[in-house]
């Protein structure tokens, strides 16, 4: 009960066609792999700049760290 069935999918698959037709369908389905495969390498390309951020700030917590020792060393 409530699920939905093969033929009930079967159903708003043909009509689905009928209304958009398998071309205008296959460049719908081309655009979304085409958006993913974008949104993929974006995420893969942002990971080194995140290290790179990370180094910096680091290097400047190590930089604060070492003026706070010398003033208490002062």
Same mark, same amino acid.
């Given at each position: 009960?409530?699920?939905?069935? *093969?033929?009930?999918?079967? *159903?708003?698959?043909? *009509? *689905?066609?009928?209304?958009? /037709?398998?071309?205008?369908?296959?460049?719908?389905?081309? #655009?979304?792999? &085409?958006?993913?495969? /974008?949104?993929?390498?974006?995420?893969? #390309?942002?990971?080194?700049? #995140?290290?790179?951020? #990370?180094?910096?700030?680091?290097?400047?917590?190590?930089?604060?760290?070492?003026?706070?020792? &010398?003033? &208490?060393?002062?």
């Amino acid at each position: 009960m409530g699920g939905i069935s *093969i033929w009930q999918l079967l *159903i708003v698959v043909a *009509i *689905i066609v009928l209304l958009f /037709g398998t071309k205008k369908l296959r460049t719908l389905g081309q #655009d979304l792999g &085409e958006s993913v495969k /974008g949104f993929k390498k974006a995420m893969a #390309d942002e990971k080194p700049q #995140d290290a790179a951020f #990370d180094k910096v700030e680091a290097k400047s917590s190590n930089a604060e760290q070492q003026k706070t020792t &010398e003033k &208490e060393q002062a």
